[in-house]
């Protein structure tokens, strides 16, 4: 006997249907949207909001995330945002970015712009967002905001007109990493507005000490805008002035082995800096001492007389900074010297001495 299966194959054809596949979807965004919204318990809503992780949005669903965001208000707003900031497709056109600072611009609920400027992160125009007066809204642009030469003029705003100490420390964390090759930049962008004291030594003390110590001291020739009048020079020489002080006042190790080679290297550098070099080596971190002898060490082996003279002041000085084994290695490598010739014996004895 054979089977009738023509009624099956009808079935299936049913179950293949478009208003069949319509009724076996699976939740979208909205769906996922609106749990995560009724969710009373916090596992479900924890489960709900990683399946709105997973939903990947098309163009259809990035437009109906910015509709939720711009009309539905409350905490449906809020999600739509978050999803918005966590599949960031719309980063990929100039349109969508405009469309998604648009949203931040004119959202009156600081939660939600807080999750729009997160959407931004890591893109030049979060940093229009670091001076709103919602603090948790200026934490996350400046979180958001990279350091680069389209946003170091707001980052300046910002600092310059007084932000709330958390962003603050935030963008001076972020300065502390900054090219040196945007340091001469951003210093010129100083002569833009008033700045006080304090806020000019906040700044500089982020600021990469070598990128610091080029421009304003191991230079003959300042920034051009300095030359144009008398208050603009007057400004130059005052930070030059704050910047030797920021430097003097917490010298880096890197900073200080620059100087140690350049003045063992460099007669016209030594008389040059040597003021400012004694004064930072007596203010250098005694955790870095026996890499600073470790290194004049290196630099005197095999090194002239006159060299070995120049560095001998630096290592008496940094002397004063040690204990322990670090001070013993300072004295084995004085008396090394010391027996070389009669005249360096008297001349490192005149430095231990202080007559020097």
């Known amino acids: 006997m ?27 965004l909205v769906d996922w949207i609106e749990a995560c919204v009724d969710a009373s318990d916090p596992a479900d809503k924890a ?35 978050q999803v918005l900031g966590h599949h960031r497709t719309w980063l990929s ?31 030049d125009e979060a940093a ?23 946003t170091l003029s707001p980052i300046l705003a910002g600092l310059r007109a007084g932000i709330r ?5 935030i963008l001076l964390h972020k300065l502390h990493q900054i090219h040196p090759s945007l340091v001469r930049y951003l210093v010129d962008l100083l002569v833009e507005g008033s700045w006080g004291e304090e806020a000019l030594r906040g700044l500089f003390a982020s600021l990469p000490q070598m990128a610091l110590f080029e421009l304003f001291l191991d230079t003959r020739h300042p920034a051009a805008w300095a030359l144009v009048d008398t208050e603009s020079t007057r400004f130059w020489q005052r930070l030059v002035r704050l910047a030797s002080d920021v430097l003097v006042a917490g010298p880096g190790c890197e900073l200080l082995r620059h100087l140690l080679s350049r003045s063992g290297e460099d007669e016209a550098f030594a008389r040059r800096h040597g003021s400012f070099l004694r004064d930072a080596v007596r203010r250098a971190d005694a955790n870095s001492g026996a890499d600073l002898v470790g290194h004049v060490e290196r630099l005197t082996f095999g090194a002239s007389e006159e060299k070995v003279a120049r560095l001998a002041q630096s290592l008496v000085d940094l002397s004063t900074r040690l204990d322990g084994a670090a001070v013993d290695k300072v004295h084995t490598l004085l008396e090394q010297w010391k027996s070389r010739s009669a005249d360096l014996k008297l001349k490192i004895y005149h430095l231990e001495q202080g007559i020097g």
């Not at 948790?136 to 030469?149: D, F, G, I, N, Y």
Request: charged share 30%; proline share 4%.
């Open 47 to 81: 489960r709900f909001i990683t399946q709105l992780r997973l939903c990947v949005p098309s163009e259809e669903g990035i437009a109906l995330l910015r509709d939720l965001v711009s009309s539905a208000g409350g905490a449906r707003a809020l999600l739509a945002a």
């Open 2 to 28: 054979v089977m009738d299966i023509r009624n099956l194959r009808d079935e299936e054809a049913a179950s293949d249907s478009p208003e069949a596949v319509e009724a076996e979807q699976e939740p979208g």
């Open 128 to 150: 229009e967002f670091i001076v709103d007066t919602d603090n948790a809204v200026a934490r996350e642009a400046a979180l958001a905001t990279p350091v680069s030469r389209r």
């Open 165 to 169: 100490p958390e962003v603050e420390r």
């Open 93 to 123: 056109t100039a349109a969508g970015v405009k469309q998604h600072l648009a949203l931040a611009r004119e959202n009156e609920a600081s939660a939600v712009v807080a999750a729009l400027v997160w959407g931004l992160r890591q893109r």
